[in-house]
Every structure is written in structure tokens, then in C-alpha cells.
């Protein structure tokens, strides 16, 4: 058990760019979440899969935010056309049992 | 809807005085509680959570924190702190009736232990 590893650890990319994350999560576990965090906040629910199927999506995914699962193992968020309210850490985890978050990915969009 | 409060955003204690981090929540149906902490550019850690039975839960690195359903508070203590216990704190909820188990976050609580 290796825990969630989440790729790359940083990431600066020119606004208008699109970008793309990937989460590794701990084999068994058959949940998967997004979340995001800005300067001086806690971490914003994105969405969530169960296995391969993405069940829910909240309202801060925008149509430029898509994320998949597929076989229901590692997961990649994408974020296109990038602008710099983008500009945060997005944080993975997966479960159960418990709950473990990766180390993040901080994006800078400048 | 589910909300918590922190309402410190920055907490300074000189090292091995105790610490008490507040934690408010406002939620119309029950809800499991946790405290996660995090280190700079880490992710989050859990410290302890609460989902039924004794409300005095206690958790890793020496800290606990106490379920107080009339007050609607889980504020999170240490009787006495660490230089390394300096990072960011978040106190977390799920409601009981959530299917997803996404939590729901506080803004957190920045502890500086100082020397």
C-alpha cells in the first residue's frame, strides 16, 4: 500500500492552456474524490466516483473541468482552456475503508 | 445544507502551553465530525473523527476533542504543544445521511507554536 499519489506535484501553465492530473488511488479502494483547495480555504468538493461511474459533480465543476476513471482505477482531472481563479491545489483521495488524501497537485495559472 | 465555522483562522501558543482549535456546525440532520491536519504542501491527515458513542474522542499526535451535540461544537485540544505541531487545521463534516460521504469542510485554523 503505497497510499494515493497524485502527478505531477506542481504544475505552471500559461492561462488559456489546458492541463491534465492524474490520481493514483490505493488499489482496493473503490471511491474516488476531487477536491479543491484555495489560499485560505478548506478543500471544495469537485466529484466523485464509485468504480468507473462518476455519481456526482458539484456546481464548481465547470464544462471546462472533465475527470474520468477509467476500469475504475487511476483517475485524471483535466482542466481546459485555463484561467487564474483555476489557480489552486486539487487534491485526491479514495476509500473506504477510511479515507486517504494524496499530497496534491498546486496549480499556478499565470 | 451542511456548514462549519472556524472562527479562528490563526492561533499562536508558545510550545508546550495547551491549545484549544473551535469547531461550529450547522446541519439539519446528524452528521459525522473529523479533524484532519495539514503540513505545507501535504494533504490531509486525519487527527481523530467522531461517529457515535463517547463524545470525548482522541486522536493521534496527543490531541482529542470533544462532541458537543446542544452546542453543535467539536473543538479540538493538545494539553500541551509542539514546534512540530505547527500546520493547518481543518475540521471536517459528513452528513449521516449522505450517500457519497463528501465532506464538508471549515476554512481552518493556522496553529503556530512558538518557541
Known amino acids: 500500500d503505497t497510499g494515493v499519489s497524485q502527478n505531477p506535484r506542481h504544475k505552471i501553465t500559461k492561462r488559456g492552456q489546458n492541463v491534465t492530473f492524474r490520481c493514483d488511488p490505493i488499489?482496493?479502494?473503490?471511491?474516488l474524490y476531487w477536491y479543491r483547495q484555495t489560499l485560505g480555504q478548506g478543500p471544495e468538493f469537485l466529484t466523485y466516483?464509485?468504480?468507473?461511474?462518476?455519481?456526482?459533480k458539484s456546481r464548481l465543476l465547470s464544462d471546462r473541468f472533465s475527470a474520468e476513471r477509467p476500469k475504475g482505477s487511476f483517475s485524471t482531472l483535466e482542466i481546459q482552456r485555463t484561467e487564474q481563479g483555476d489557480s489552486a491545489m486539487y487534491l485526491c483521495?479514495?476509500?473506504?475503508?477510511?479515507?486517504?488524501f494524496g499530497s496534491g497537485t498546486r496549480l499556478t495559472v499565470v | 445544507a451542511q456548514s462549519v465555522t472556524q472562527l479562528d483562522s490563526q492561533v499562536p501558543v508558545f510550545e508546550e502551553a495547551p491549545v484549544e482549535l473551535r469547531c461550529n456546525y450547522s446541519s439539519s440532520v446528524s452528521v459525522y465530525l473529523f479533524w484532519y491536519v495539514q503540513y505545507p504542501n501535504q494533504g490531509l491527515q486525519l487527527l481523530l473523527k467522531?461517529?457515535?458513542?463517547?463524545?470525548l474522542v482522541k486522536g493521534i499526535n496527543g490531541f482529542e476533542a470533544e462532541f458537543n451535540k446542544s452546542q453543535t461544537s467539536f473543538h479540538l485540544r493538545k494539553p500541551s504543544v509542539h514546534i512540530s505541531d505547527t500546520a493547518e487545521y481543518f475540521c471536517a463534516v459528513i452528513p449521516s445521511t449522505s450517500g457519497t460521504y463528501k465532506y464538508i469542510f471549515g476554512t481552518g485554523t493556522r496553529l503556530k507554536v512558538l518557541a
Open positions: 467522531y461517529l457515535s458513542g463517547s463524545t
Open positions: 466516483f464509485q468504480n468507473e461511474a462518476q455519481l456526482e
Open positions: 483521495a479514495s476509500s473506504p475503508p477510511g479515507y486517504t
Open positions: 488499489s482496493e479502494h473503490n471511491r
